[in-house]
């Protein structure tokens, strides 16, 4: 069974059943080793790096932000 198809069928549960499965799911994540953990972090902070490049945010430079909290604290 591929995972969309999964997904599907567990959103179709009732959900008290679908809450119960959610706490397994993250139980299940909390066990998992520093080896098994490095990975998926690395992906998601590559997938948020990509997604953060694509928006084409700049943010605001550090010297503004200081300079405008130095200019409330005035």
């Known amino acids: 069974m591929r995972i969309d198809q999964l997904e599907a069928e567990v959103l179709k549960l009732d959900p ?3 809450a119960r499965l959610a706490e397994k799911l993250i139980a299940s994540l ?3 080793s520093e080896a098994e953990n490095a990975p998926l972090w690395a ?3 590559a997938r948020r790096d990509a997604e953060w490049d694509q928006s ?3 943010g605001t430079p550090a010297q ?3 300079r405008g ?3 409330r604290l005035r």
Do not use: P, S, T, Y
């Open 64 to 66: 503004d932000v200081f």
């Open 43 to 45: 992906e998601e902070a």
């Open 56 to 58: 084409g945010a700049l």
């Open 69 to 71: 909290a130095r200019a």
């Open 30 to 32: 909390e066990e998992l």
């Open 16 to 18: 008290q059943i679908r």
